[in-house]
Nanobody, 127 residues
Framework: QVQLVESGGGLVQPGGSLRVSCAAS????????MGWHRQASGKQRELVAA???????NYANSVKGRFTISRDNIKNTVYLQMNSLKPEDTAVYSC?????????????????????WGQGTQVTVSS
């Protein structure tokens, strides 16, 4: 099993900055793509940013130039640096990871690829 744990959310004033982190742990062989999504109250979840293992990134148009996604492959952690925050950025931010995990079985072990999600962290932008 693999767990994703987010941290770093909170309350920030408009124009401020915040960094959220997501650490993966467990029976990890490797992590492929990682990403951040958000869901505002009454709205559908949307992709905010994603990053490949090699570091290629893509962003939602609404956050381009303000948010930066990065990752540490040694620590199995993905970060989202959010600058120039706006009230409309208020949402629950969740990370996901495309994980190849190790499964222990009688007589040996095998690999399984599976998508995991964190529990989410609240980001509120308000004065």
């Amino acid at each position: 099993q693999v767990q994703l744990v987010e941290s770093g959310g909170g309350l920030v004033q408009p124009g401020g900055s915040l960094r959220v982190s997501c650490a993966a742990s467990g029976s990890i062989f490797s992590i492929n793509d990682m990403g951040w999504h958000r869901q505002a109250s009454g709205k559908q979840r949307e992709l905010v940013a994603a990053i490949t293992r090699g570091g290629s990134t893509n962003y939602a148009n609404s956050v381009k130039g303000r948010f930066t996604i990065s990752r540490d492959n040694i620590k199995n952690t993905v970060y989202l640096q959010m600058n120039s925050l706006k009230p409309e950025d208020t949402a629950v931010y969740s990370c996901n990871a495309d994980v190849t995990e190790v499964l222990l079985q009688v007589g040996g072990q095998s690999l399984r690829r599976r998508n995991y999600w964190g529990q989410g962290t609240q980001v509120t932008v308000s004065s």
